[in-house]
């Protein structure tokens, strides 16, 4: 068995007691973290490696961004993708050579701003060009891979709070969900998630740092998502959402997810 843990940090030194907190309840055999916001050399390895993690593949840039996937089992990194084609740290990807060459893609899409609408917003803009290098990419695809983080799209109704009102609202646009969805289908991806978690049962991983009474309002989002290659994602044998991670001391605004594999 191997455990995959897929986790928007929001800065990995500011929230390093909560990672730590999360590993020592959890302790997944894999972490993949976005929006660890350091370069690679400001990355807490020592931090981890006290938690038993030696194995690391990190993809960051000052400030913003930026992603990492840490191990316990050993890996190598496979890959590092220019999906928003101006240099940022979106992608890393990595192979499990201890559970049969597994390779983990871990992606931190980009928001898209405010305004769906790529002839004002050059953000939203991007965001579909992203999603639209992505799709040619899993057209390719000739081994079982699986690919997790941080996506900014809910594409069903039940991965949010209010369909109607969120229509309009960046993360649950039409346009977003059909990008995504050509997405799914150029490789075949089987939403892990929605396997473990059938629609329509409500499905969240992200809500707003504005609602102050988040579990009172309940107002969430399913951004974060783990997609996996048919064949791989039928040795998935568990998938749980630790919600009570966004109530810690200084919070995330998303929980982490984790899916376990007879691998």
């Known amino acids: 068995m191997v455990s995959i843990a897929t986790w928007n ?16 309840e959890q302790a997944p055999d894999v ?6 916001k350091c370069q690679e050399h400001q990355f807490p390895y020592e931090a981890f490696r006290a938690l038993g993690y030696e194995h690391f593949a990190v993809h960051g840039q000052k400030g913003y961004h930026g992603v990492a996937t840490v191990a316990k089992t050993p890996l190598k990194e496979f890959s590092r993708h220019d999906w928003q084609d101006n240099g940022e740290a979106r992608h890393v990807g990595v192979e499990l050579t201890d559970h049969q060459g597994m390779i983990v893609e871990n992606v931190y899409v980009p ?4 305004e769906p ?4 917003n050059a953000k939203f803009g991007q965001k579909l060009d992203f999603l639209e290098r992505m799709t040619r990419w899993a057209d390719a695809i000739d081994r079982p891979t699986l690919i997790v983080g941080d996506f900014n799209i809910a594409p069903l109704e039940s991965d949010v709070w209010n369909h109607k009102q969120l229509l309009k609202v960046v993360s649950h646009t039409p346009i977003e969900v059909e990008s995504l969805q050509r997405f799914m289908d150029a490789h075949g991806w ?8 059938k629609t329509p049962e409500r499905y969240y991983s992200w809500w707003s740092y504005r609602s102050k009474d988040w579990k009172v309002n309940d107002r969430g989002r399913r951004l974060d998502h783990m997609w996996a290659s048919p064949e791989l994602a039928r040795e998935a044998r568990a998938h749980s ?5 966004r109530d810690w001391e200084k919070p995330s605004d998303h929980v982490p997810l984790v899916t376990e594999f007879a691998l």
């Open 117 to 120: 609408n790529r002839e004002i």
């Open 241 to 245: 959402v630790h919600e009570y991670a």
């Open 9 to 24: 940090i929001n800065s990995v030194r500011l929230r390093m007691p909560i990672v730590e907190r999360f590993i020592e």
């Open 31 to 36: 972490l993949c973290l976005q929006e660890i």
């Open 111 to 114: 928001a898209g701003g405010d």
């Open 190 to 197: 089987s939403d892990i998630g929605r396997e473990h978690i």
